[in-house]
């Protein structure tokens, strides 16, 4: 029975494909044993368990950032994190150990060096994290899932996806989908949404254009986020909603895309083949925007500035995109050449690389 210890944590980012990857070695091979290292302080405290895996824990410890008082107590709690993560190897006679970045992830990498266990290294954005950075040193694979992501010694392998995306039939679920949303399966629909917490400017953006989407014979599917007070004109063709909690029936109805850029929802965009116009999130270091590029380079997808995205904007860019089917034709093709739905059997194999087989 093979062992198998995966690290990370933190952000849906990181705990979202890490989960595609133990449930893809569950299924592979029942009897082995799949655990999951992270912290006390993260989503995976959640997540984790509700799938259905055991869950060890490890100190956050962040990395320094300026020469503080925190900069000097890093090194000895850093030590103490690695020798719990030694502990958990040993404990549970683990053959491999896989990171996705975060603050479980870098304890990880050095305790599986130091008992000469093989670990890889998977990054899921174009912007790869410090962790993730230090861990390539001495990782026996690394697997981006972006092209041009400045990790040394990768390779693109993808994103590894949710089984209901992955496995998502659009034209089978496209009745189901419009009902569910009480939308007409039979006219285009465009799909706006930020995340689990919305997104002002695209909120504010549509919230002064809907009419145009609408008037240019198009649908319009909004998730504006739990928090934000949006005023829904209720009126057909256009559903608002705070929170979408089936986004695979979203997906199987949008025949175009409005969205921020996270890595899982470019990842996810490009391995359906829907044309997308990304507005990234202002705030951050521009990971956002590097996610998209890939996609934009390869004309699957648009890119607007969040400073830039207004209704007037929504109506001189968008609207006519929507009107030019020759032009949405394109970018579905173009998303075949960056979209994948192998990530998770890609970081498999890489696995499996590491351990010889």
């Given at each position: 029975?093979?062992?198998?210890?995966?690290?990370?944590?933190?952000?849906?980012?990181?705990?979202?494909?890490?989960?595609?990857?133990?449930?893809?070695?569950?299924?592979?091979?029942?009897?082995?044993?799949?655990?999951?290292?992270?912290?006390?302080?993260?989503?995976?405290?959640?997540?984790?368990?509700?799938?259905?895996?055991?869950?060890?824990?490890?100190?956050?410890?962040?990395?320094?950032?300026?020469?503080?008082?925190?900069?000097?107590?890093?090194?000895?709690?850093?030590?103490?994190?690695?020798?719990?993560?030694?502990?958990?190897?040993?404990?549970?006679?683990?053959?491999?150990?896989?990171g996705f970045g975060g603050y479980a992830s870098a304890p990880a990498y050095v305790a599986a060096a130091r008992e000469r266990i093989p670990f890889v290294v998977h990054e899921a954005n174009a912007r790869p994290g410090l962790a993730n950075v230090?861990?390539?040193?001495?990782?026996?694979?690394?697997?981006?899932?972006?092209?041009?992501?400045?990790?040394?010694?990768?390779?693109?392998?993808?994103?590894?996806?949710?089984?209901?995306?992955?496995?998502?039939?659009?034209?089978?679920?496209?009745?189901?989908?419009?009902?569910?949303?009480?939308?007409?399966?039979?006219?285009?629909?465009?799909?706006?949404?930020?995340?689990?917490?919305?997104?002002?400017?695209?909120?504010?953006?549509?919230?002064?254009?809907?009419?145009?989407?609408?008037?240019?014979?198009?649908?319009?599917?909004?998730?504006?986020?739990?928090?934000?007070?949006?005023?829904?004109?209720?009126?057909?063709?256009?559903?608002?909603?705070?929170?979408?909690?089936?986004?695979?029936?979203?997906?199987?109805?949008?025949?175009?895309?409005?969205?921020?850029?996270?890595?899982?929802?470019?990842?996810e965009i490009s391995a359906l083949g829907i044309p997308a116009v990304y507005v990234p999130y202002a705030v951050g270091n521009g990971e956002q925007a590097l996610n998209a590029a890939s996609a934009v380079r390869a004309g699957a997808a648009?890119?607007?500035?969040?400073?830039?995205?207004?209704?007037?904007?929504?109506?001189?860019?968008?609207?006519?995109?929507?009107?030019?089917?020759?032009?949405?034709?394109?970018?579905?093709?173009?998303?075949?050449?960056?979209?994948?739905?192998?990530?998770?059997?890609?970081?498999?194999?890489?696995?499996?690389?590491?351990?010889?087989?």
């Amino acid at each position: 029975m093979t062992t198998y210890l995966l690290a990370g944590g933190g952000t849906a980012g990181h705990v979202n494909p890490l989960l595609a990857v133990a449930d893809g070695l569950r299924a592979r091979d029942p009897e082995a044993s799949v655990l999951v290292l992270g912290t006390r302080e993260g989503l995976e405290t959640r997540l984790v368990p509700a799938r259905g895996y055991e869950l060890l824990f490890v100190d956050k410890v962040p990395f320094p950032r300026r020469p503080d008082g925190a900069a000097v107590a890093f090194p000895p709690r850093f030590l103490r994190a690695v020798s719990q993560v030694r502990a958990h190897l040993r404990q549970h006679h683990v053959d491999a150990v896989v990171g996705f970045g975060g603050y479980a992830s870098a304890p990880a990498y050095v305790a599986a060096a130091r008992e000469r266990i093989p670990f890889v290294v998977h990054e899921a954005n174009a912007r790869p994290g410090l962790a993730n950075v230090l861990g390539t040193r001495r990782a026996a694979g690394v697997g981006v899932a972006f092209a041009g992501t400045p990790l040394k010694r990768s390779r693109v392998v993808g994103m590894p996806l949710r089984r209901e995306i992955v496995e998502l039939d659009r034209d089978a679920l496209r009745d189901e989908a419009a009902a569910r949303f009480g939308l007409d399966p039979a006219r285009p629909t465009l799909l706006v949404f930020g995340g689990s917490l919305g997104a002002r400017r695209l909120n504010e953006a549509f919230a002064g254009a809907w009419q145009d989407v609408l008037d240019a014979g198009w649908q319009l599917l909004h998730a504006v986020g739990e928090k934000n007070d949006v005023a829904d004109p209720g009126v057909a063709g256009y559903t608002v909603l705070p929170y979408i909690d089936r986004m695979d029936l979203a997906l199987a109805l949008a025949d175009a895309i409005v969205s921020r850029a996270g890595a899982a929802t470019v990842s996810e965009i490009s391995a359906l083949g829907i044309p997308a116009v990304y507005v990234p999130y202002a705030v951050g270091n521009g990971e956002q925007a590097l996610n998209a590029a890939s996609a934009v380079r390869a004309g699957a997808a648009r890119l607007i500035p969040d400073a830039e995205f207004t209704p007037d904007r929504v109506r001189s860019e968008i609207v006519p995109l929507l009107g030019d089917e020759d032009a949405l034709a394109r970018m579905r093709e173009a998303a075949a050449t960056v979209g994948s739905r192998t990530g998770t059997e890609d970081v498999i194999a890489m696995i499996d690389a590491a351990l010889g087989r």
